[in-house]
């Protein structure tokens, strides 16, 4: 049946190559929204590993720029700052931190583990009231705290699961030494504690490895943060901003500070991924909706070019339900072989580095999700001129000889 | 001969409704999506108001700045010791203007939070970009020299803090510090990096004077020159002033990068090369888009192409006839194409309507604070001249076949 099928195929070779073509490029247009979408879903549908409700950013400009001289001076406004605002009634408790959550700006690292692989992680550098702030969940051992102070030995950091498992395997890593051997005046990093996989960048951004550094703001070789985090009562409204800003300003007279709630600034980031998403998501749909009125029209055609053969057939003794077959059957060859090319090209990606982002889960089950999507669309398009071919009479069709 | 083509293909058109709604969604979907894509390139790199003297124009929008090994980096913007010290007086350049990348900052106002963005420059900068002044104008190097605590506002911002009231010898205020407002202009969309900004303040009312030691910082420099012809020189001069660059300690920081070129050059540069190579990057860049173009105009192309190829069996009588009696391969490749140009035509009117309603859509849409994204002349053209080479991409290949057609085997049907 289906050799027979391919010949027929064979037989109107022109006009379906063009229609295997025009598979193709649907497959890789459809293929190219859907691996997008279906990396942003995994990720959006893994643990964020903080909450952001009723938490405010204060980005800090201290305009600091290359110039070193008054740090500590600088250092000892923060750890005023913070204290003022812990004062304030409506504030919870209050954080330093170099990159807030949703913010712009990266400060990321790269090393060769011990199998060869690159791995690439995020840093950042926090006060100890972080943990409460954000809400951040440890698996083991602690987040920092005031044991470490005056530890000048060694740096402490905390480090997220996805870290753990790539530096140490199975291995606990509690009182490792996470530091590049390569550096030559390195100083021993050592993770204190494990948290939850935490991604700055928000629910759509990838899962990543994280390092946090303590902040120490009596220490000179720490980082002047670039924000505080407060987490403010839930009844806290605007109102209270600008009085916060006011007591800031007076605290630190040449500094800038810009107010904003992490969920203002999610939503900020939602809408950066989302609205790109969308474009081409809309633009994908219409062109399959084109493709798909242009299949439909030439089977049409061919259906209406085949009435001879058809009424044959039917007069020969086929069934309605063969004729509708043969239809639908011929429609499938053309769509595999189209797909096969345009599964063959896809599968080529990953080796070229292209499309690097997305693991082989992902990309399994976007290649799985546009095949299932161009059969969908074909035997929509079939439907209707099948439908068209059963209701050939044979008397009619054989009337044409 | 022409007008009866054109009436057969009227009648080819109404006789098969599907189709010719088939074809004319296609033409018209595949120019909207054209016609946005040019009109938003337009808007963020085309000439218009402000930036009237575009043509004439370089900038330097990032510097980067190395270790000796070369292993640390620092990316910024310019710091604005270095540009007064080290890039005055470039030969070939009649203006320069130093302005800050636009930052935001928040005004309470009646009790309101307003943010707004802000950009702090010199008096050159107006001199350069060519503002719409609604009210006042512009502040002066004096102002600049003198820290007047002046500021020129944008129309929206006029609104957010007076309604429809003048603004001008009014106070406002902006990230803790009270200005003067001496002019107000008309919006300039967001997308124009260059001049974009809500408020307009001299660069001396800065919060500390720190910027005046900084050779990286968030700076931007202009450079006005005298004709387009010196660009070349410019750039070059630019990379020789580079290198002269003291540092304070050459064991922590000792080697500077950095181009002045136009905003286009900038957006490929950073999609294609890296701060550090003074390379043009434009070719790639372009190749790139028209890439992308091609291969998104492929598959309606080639589903117009089928369905032509399709439809040619339906009026091999025709041909037949026509052929029998003595037309020509070319006659009938003529006619075809004149149709298919005819239906291109028609999908075009609809396109172009239909873009002006996307494009509306999209400028009410608020997404791109104060874009005006309009069909203007210059991208009707493209769009036009796009339109007929699909119509020949899509009607060529079915002509030909259809015109090799035997007269015979045509008749039969």
Redesign the interface.
């Known amino acids: 049946m289906i050799k027979h099928l391919c010949k027929l195929v064979w037989n109107r070779k022109?006009?379906n190559f063009?229609?295997t073509?025009?598979i193709f490029?649907?497959f890789l247009?459809l293929f190219s929204v859907i691996v997008f979408a279906v990396y942003y879903l995994n990720n959006y549908l893994y643990p964020l590993g903080f909450n952001y409700e009723n938490i405010w950013s204060i980005q800090v400009?201290t305009?600091?720029?290359?110039?070193e001289k008054d740090k500590l001076q600088r250092l000892a406004k923060t750890n005023q700052i913070i204290s003022a605002l812990r004062e304030f009634g409506e504030v919870e408790s209050a954080a330093a931190v170099w990159a807030a959550p949703f913010s712009r700006g990266d400060w990321t690292s790269g090393r060769k583990l011990k199998d060869g692989r690159d791995f690439d992680y995020s840093n950042n550098e926090a006060s100890d009231e972080l943990k409460e702030v954000l809400g951040l969940n440890v698996v083991r051992g602690r987040w920092f705290s005031k044991e470490d102070d005056g530890v000048t030995n060694y740096k402490p950091v905390v480090i997220n699961q996805m870290m753990a498992r790539a530096f140490f395997g199975d291995e606990d890593p509690i009182g490792k030494d996470i530091s590049d051997p390569d550096d030559k005046e390195r100083k021993e990093a050592r993770v204190v504690g494990v948290i939850d996989d935490f991604r700055k960048n928000g629910e759509f951004s990838e899962i990543r490895g994280y390092v946090f550094n303590r902040a120490d703001f009596t220490n000179q070789q720490s980082f002047l943060p670039r924000f505080f985090l407060i987490k403010v009562r839930p009844e806290t409204t605007?109102?209270f901003?600008?009085k916060l800003?006011a007591r800031l300003?007076a605290e630190a007279?040449?500094?800038?500070f810009?107010?904003k709630t992490l969920v203002d600034m999610r939503a900020n980031v939602f809408?950066e991924y989302l609205?790109p998403m969308t474009a081409f998501a809309l633009?994908a749909g219409?062109?399959l909706?084109?493709?798909g009125?242009?299949l439909t029209?030439?089977l049409?055609?061919?259906v209406t070019?085949r009435t001879k053969e058809i009424g044959l057939r039917r007069a020969k003794g086929a069934t309605k339900r063969r004729i509708y077959h043969q239809i639908l059957g011929e429609m499938f060859i053309i769509t595999s072989l189209g797909l096969l090319a345009g599964v063959l090209v896809v599968v080529q990606f990953p080796l070229l580095n292209f499309l690097g982002f997305a693991d082989s889960k992902v990309y399994t089950l976007s290649i799985i999700i546009s095949l299932v999507l161009i059969y969908l669309l074909t035997a929509l398009c079939g439907l209707y001129p099948s439908r068209l071919a059963t209701k050939v009479q044979p008397a009619e069709a054989l009337h044409y000889e | 001969m022409l007008k009866n083509y054109i009436k057969i293909a009227f009648k080819v058109f109404l006789r098969r409704k599907f189709f010719t709604f088939i074809s004319l969604f296609a033409i018209s979907f595949t120019l909207v999506v054209l016609m946005v894509a040019v009109a938003f390139l337009d808007h963020t790199f085309g000439k218009q108001p402000p930036e009237n003297k575009q043509d004439r124009t370089l900038c330097v929008f990032h510097m980067v700045m190395k270790t000796p090994d070369g292993g640390g980096t620092w990316s910024s913007g310019g710091g604005y010791k270095f540009f007064d010290r080290y890039a005055r007086n470039l030969n070939g350049v009649e203006k320069m203007s130093l302005c800050t990348e636009t930052e935001p900052v928040f005004s309470y106002h009646n009790g309101e939070k307003i943010q707004s963005y802000l950009k702090r420059t010199d008096g050159e900068f107006w001199q350069i970009l060519e503002f719409t002044f609604l009210e006042g104008a512009p502040f002066t190097s004096d102002d600049e020299k003198n820290v007047n605590f002046v500021a020129v506002i944008n129309d929206a911002t006029r609104k957010k803090f007076f309604g429809d009231e003048s603004a001008a010898g009014k106070t406002i205020e902006a990230d803790g510090q009270r200005f003067r407002v001496v002019g107000v202009v008309a919006n300039v969309p967001y997308l124009r990096r260059t001049p974009f900004a809500d408020i307009w303040v001299p660069i001396s009312t800065m919060k500390t004077n720190n910027y005046r030691g900084e050779l990286m910082g968030n700076f931007n420099a202009l450079f006005l020159a005298r004709s387009r012809s010196d660009f070349l020189a410019i750039k070059d001069e630019f990379q020789v002033r580079l290198k002269q660059v003291e540092f304070p300690d050459p064991r922590e920081w000792n080697q500077m990068y950095g181009v002045a070129e136009t905003y286009f050059e900038n957006t490929s540069r950073s999609a294609f090369g890296r701060q550090e190579n003074y390379q043009s990057q434009n070719a790639k860049f372009l190749a790139a888009l028209i890439g992308a173009m091609i291969l998104f105009m492929l598959l309606p192309t080639i589903n117009l192409i089928n369905i032509n190829v399709s439809r040619i069996m339906e009026r091999a009588s025709e041909i037949g006839v026509r052929k029998a009696f003595g037309a020509s391969s070319w006659t009938l490749v003529w006619q075809f194409v004149v149709e298919n140009v005819l239906l291109t035509l028609i999908g075009g009117a609809i396109g172009f309507a239909l873009s002006r309603f996307v494009l509306q859509a999209i400028t009410k849409s608020g997404f791109f604070p104060y874009a005006e994204f309009h069909l203007n002349y210059r991208v009707f053209l493209y769009g036009l001249a796009l339109a007929i080479f699909f119509g020949l991409m899509s009607g060529v290949y079915p002509a030909w076949k259809m015109s090799r057609l035997h007269p015979v085997q045509a008749l039969k049907g």
């Open positions: 022109r006009i063009l229609i073509i025009e490029f649907s247009v400009d305009r600091s720029g290359s110039d605007a109102v901003e600008e800003l300003q007279r040449d500094w800038s810009t107010i809408q609205v633009v219409f062109l909706i084109m493709v009125l242009g029209g030439v049409w055609l061919t070019q």
